[in-house]
């Protein structure tokens, strides 16, 4: 039987593993509280005293950080710089889905922080192999671009001999509350392979069922054990320094930066995921097939636990949104090569009979984690909960993809 949080949307079915304890209260909302009683100044004290150890006293880099069009990148780069005074070397790994705001994000990320920046452009060839295998193996469209955002600034790292790695939040303490923000978790390989990878290495891609080689995969493997340790690299999450709350943060990254951002049809999150026309269309459409809930019920369990909305309004909201149309399938289908039909046919395939029931050809009943999520009050009106948009997702121009983007 599946559990429920009594405070939040999620389930003990959660992907990345979530607990709910004797009184129904969740792992993620227990680790959540803790931005309200921990010395966030003195841990973002610990954060000043660890990042100083790395400052270089040369012109050179004295750590990375990983960004994209989207997503956290602009605060994470405003922390670095402007406040621990840090130098970094920007990476990015180009997954092909880039949106026209996405591309216009990241050029005036460069320019508004004046810092260097390296990207990885795999042969699209490749990535096309790989995605059209780990679409039918795993149900991912979006395994490379997990893979290349999390290797390539490793591998960087070891390149260049720059020890230090900066990341923004830790997934599984926003999400489930893997760890306590006071263990300070790191980077890791292992919960890269388990959790972001669904269990699978580059290597482990190299099978007698597909077409793949060495030379369509070697982009994606991890640096070695003994690569690591003679560089020292570690990768920090600021999100154990720094009480995170994407929300508060983007709107200031919107006032300072001029940060753009647009309305999604499947959420009324308007922040994540500007820099991908697939993020929030097919792949969020893909996780409500396999999972039973899309990343809609990820916002309001968020906005949930930051108090600006209660348990009932998100409930509403996720039920307002979940099953609305998918976008861009026919930019995403030219890409890969497939007739759209067939990707009809694919996207069907991957329904999980425990949250879908087939009615008749082709149709189906969604009974996902939503229809269990009843809401014991009637609510007349959802309290309006406030995001700035600003711009669109492909800028007033015909939907494309951005396959190598200069800016815009």
């Known amino acids: 039987m599946i559990r429920y949080c009594k405070s939040c949307l999620y389930s003990d079915s959660h992907p ?90 990241l050029s005036n990320l460069r320019i508004k922080f004046d810092c260097d920046i390296l990207f990885k452009n795999v042969n699209p060839i490749s990535v096309k192999k790989i995605t059209k295998y780990t679409l ?17 600034p490793v591998q960087v790292a070891k390149n260049f001999k720059i020890p230090l790695i900066i990341w923004g939040a830790h997934q599984g303490n926003e999400q489930v509350g893997m760890f306590s923000h006071e263990q300070e978790v790191e980077m890791t390989r292992r919960y890269r392979k388990d959790h972001d990878l669904m269990g699978y290495e580059a290597e482990d891609l190299l099978v007698t069922e597909n077409d793949l080689n060495m030379d369509d995969v070697h982009e994606y493997i991890y640096p070695s054990d003994k690569d690591i340790n003679n560089v020292g690299i570690r990768g920090i999450y600021l999100s154990n320094y720094i009480p995170w709350d ?35 269309n097919i792949h969020d459409y893909i996780k409500l097939c396999k999972n039973g809930y899309s990343k809609v019920t990820d916002h309001a369990t968020r906005e949930i636990r930051h108090k600006r909305l209660t348990r009932y309004e998100g409930i509403k909201l996720v039920k307002k949104y979940e099953l609305a149309k998918v976008k861009y399938e026919n930019l995403f289908n030219e890409w890969i090569g497939i007739k759209d039909e067939s990707g009809d046919f694919f996207y069907d395939k991957l329904k999980n009979n425990k949250y879908w029931i087939r009615d008749g050809v082709k149709k189906y009943i969604f009974n996902g984690h939503s229809k269990n999520l009843e809401t014991k009050k009637k609510i007349k009106q959802i309290k309006k909960i406030y995001y700035i948009k600003n711009s669109n997702l492909n800028l007033n121009q015909k939907p494309k993809f951005i396959v190598f983007g200069k800016g815009i």
């Open 136 to 152: 039918r193996k795993l149900h991912s469209l979006y395994w490379h671009s997990l893979a290349g955002q999390s290797v390539y």
């Open 246 to 280: 994407p929300k508060t943060q983007h709107e200031k990254m919107i006032k300072l930066y001029k940060y753009k951002t647009c309305d999604f049809n499947r959420t009324f999150e308007k922040y994540d995921h500007t820099n991908c026309n697939v993020y929030m």
């Open 16 to 105: 990345l593993g979530l607990v709910i304890d004797d009184k129904n209260l969740c792992s993620g909302c227990k680790i959540h509280k803790e931005k309200y009683t921990l010395d966030w100044a003195s841990r973002f004290e610990k954060l000043k005293n660890l990042t100083k150890k790395y400052k270089s006293n040369s012109k050179n880099y004295d750590c990375i950080v990983p960004v994209t069009g989207g997503g956290d990148s602009y605060f994470i780069v405003h922390i670095v710089k402007n406040v621990l005074k840090l130098n970094p070397l920007l990476v990015t790994y180009n997954n092909y889905y880039n949106s026209p705001l996405g591309i216009k994000n």
